[in-house]
């Protein structure tokens, strides 16, 4: 099961948890409520091996049609350093960012309403959805390894939009999203 919390303001080591003291966790249902995130599990097991049927339904449920496969690492990714910081930087995407890890782990961190950090750590049968227009970053925990399928409905596009992008269509339909479903955001 997903593990999301709210995160100090540390400059420590981002691959560190950066939890608060005290902690203060956020339930799949805050999770979706406060930042639209949804959420599956599929069962992984130890070799990343996982049942197919399940993510197949997934996928055609919300109509996935390109697949492809990334693993992060100092030796699989080229320009490995170069994209971490890209990965890191606060961003959004016009299209839903689809990750379905099944080796390693790593952290999504995602806006929520008052403009604090969620972080959503991801291991092995998470499968996550972050809406169009969040800003979000994304990061290797202390591990430094991570396995993932990526998805997108039709072709993909790749391209960061770096905060600020308030006025981004999709930043405008997420926040619109959102406060329909009675979220006060910040821009």
């Given at each position: 099961m997903v593990s999301a919390w709210y995160m100090d303001k540390s400059d420590a080591d981002q691959?560190?948890?950066?939890?608060?003291?005290?902690?203060?966790?956020?339930?799949?249902?805050?999770?979706?409520?406060?930042?639209?995130?949804?959420?599956?599990?599929?069962?992984?097991?130890?070799?990343?091996?996982?049942?197919?049927?399940?993510?197949?339904?997934?996928?055609?449920?919300?109509?996935?049609?390109?697949?492809?496969?990334?693993?992060?690492?100092?030796?699989?990714?080229?320009?490995?350093?170069?994209?971490?910081?890209?990965?890191?930087?606060?961003?959004?995407?016009?299209?839903?960012?689809?990750?379905?890890?099944?080796?390693?782990?790593?952290?999504?961190?995602?806006?929520?309403?008052?403009?604090?950090?969620?972080r959503i750590e991801l291991v092995p049968g998470d499968l996550i959805i972050l809406p169009a227009g969040i800003y979000h970053r994304f990061t290797l925990d202390a591990k430094n390894y991570i396995k993932a399928h990526r998805f997108f409905v039709g072709e993909p596009v790749w391209t960061p939009i770096n905060r600020p992008a308030d006025q981004h269509p999709a930043r405008q339909d997420y926040l619109s999203m959102m406060r329909r479903h009675g979220q006060k955001m910040e821009n």
């Open positions: 691959r560190e948890p950066h939890k608060t003291n005290p902690e203060r966790p956020v339930s799949l249902e805050e999770l979706k409520a406060k930042t639209g995130v949804e959420y599956f599990h599929i069962e992984t097991d130890a070799d990343g091996n996982f049942d197919e049927a399940t993510l197949l339904k997934i996928r055609n449920d919300r109509g996935y049609n390109y697949k492809d496969e990334i693993e992060i690492a100092r030796d699989t990714l080229p320009n490995y350093e170069e994209k971490l910081k890209i990965f890191f930087t606060e961003h959004l995407h016009s299209d839903e960012e689809i990750r379905f890890c099944t080796k390693g782990s790593g952290y999504f961190d995602v806006r929520e309403g008052k403009d604090e950090w969620i």
